[in-house]
C-alpha cells in the first residue's frame, strides 16, 4: 500500500521565521492534499495539487508538488501564532481512488 | 448548510459499553469517511460510503465495529462492548469527488471524542 511520511514530526519556530513541511509518497501521487488541524479539532482544507510542479498559494502559505509526483513541500512565510497546529498531507488511494488516507501529521508550534 | 455535524462531540463511557456516533455530512456529497485518530497521529481510514453503499472497510475495524448509511444521508458508527484501547477521536467527513481521478476535497466535523474507562 502507499504511505505518506512527512517531516519533521514536530517544529518550534519562532515568530516571523520561514519553516518548510516536506510529505513524501512511496508510490506516484495522483492528488495531493494538505489540511491544518487545530488540537483536538477537526481538519481544515489548505490546499490541493495535482500536476507535477505545481504550485499553490494561500495568504502567507504555500505548496509545491514535484515534477515526479512523489513528493510535496508546504513553505510557511514570516509565520504567526495563528499558524500553530498539526500540518497534514492526505492522498486518495485504492481500487477507484476511494480510499482516502493521511501522513502522520507535523505539529508546529510557533514561539511569540 | 452548515458544514458536516457530528454528534455527540464527547462520550465517555465504561469498558464494556455501547456507543453510537452520529455523522450529518453535507447536504450534497454522495460519499462519507469515518476515521480515527490517536494522539500524535494522524486520522486513520475506517470506512468509507458512496451513497448508501459501504465500499470500503479497514482492517482496523473489527467486528465491534459497525457503519451505516441508511438512505444514504446520515451515518452512524457504532462500538460495541468498547475497549480502552478505543478511547479515540472519531472524525466523519464527507465529499463529492468530480470524475475518477478528479478533485476529492474532504470536508471534516469536528470529531466526536471517545473516552472509555
Not at chain 1, 504550485?55 to 495563528?82: C, G, W
Amino acid at each position: 500500500s502507499q504511505e505518506l511520511e512527512q517531516s519533521p514530526q514536530s517544529l518550534i519556530v519562532q515568530e516571523g521565521k520561514n519553516l518548510t513541511i516536506n510529505c513524501t509518497s512511496s508510490k506516484t501521487l495522483y492528488g495531493l492534499y494538505w489540511y491544518k488541524q487545530k488540537y483536538g479539532e477537526g481538519l481544515i482544507f489548505l490546499m490541493m495539487l495535482q500536476k507535477g510542479g505545481e504550485e499553490k498559494s494561500h495568504e502567507k502559505i504555500t505548496a509545491k508538488l514535484d515534477e515526479k509526483k512523489q513528493q510535496s513541500s508546504l513553505h510557511i512565510t514570516a509565520s504567526q501564532p495563528s499558524h500553530a497546529g498539526i500540518y497534514l498531507c492526505g492522498a486518495l488511494q485504492g481500487y477507484n481512488f476511494n480510499k482516502f488516507y493521511f501522513g502522520s501529521g507535523t505539529k508546529l508550534n510557533v514561539k511569540p | 448548510d452548515t458544514g458536516v455535524s457530528q454528534n455527540p462531540r464527547h462520550k465517555i463511557t465504561k469498558r464494556g459499553q455501547n456507543v453510537t456516533f452520529r455523522c450529518d455530512p453535507i447536504s450534497e456529497h454522495n460519499r462519507l469517511y469515518w476515521y480515527r485518530q490517536t494522539l500524535g497521529q494522524g486520522p486513520e481510514f475506517l470506512t468509507y460510503f458512496q451513497n448508501e453503499a459501504q465500499l470500503e472497510k479497514s482492517r482496523l475495524l473489527s467486528d465491534r465495529f459497525s457503519a451505516e448509511r441508511p438512505k444514504g444521508s446520515f451515518s452512524t458508527l457504532e462500538i460495541q462492548r468498547t475497549e480502552q484501547g478505543d478511547s479515540a477521536m472519531y472524525l466523519c467527513a464527507s465529499s463529492s469527488r468530480t470524475g475518477l481521478a478528479g478533485a476529492n476535497v474532504l470536508t471534516f466535523g469536528a470529531g466526536s471524542r471517545l473516552t472509555v474507562l
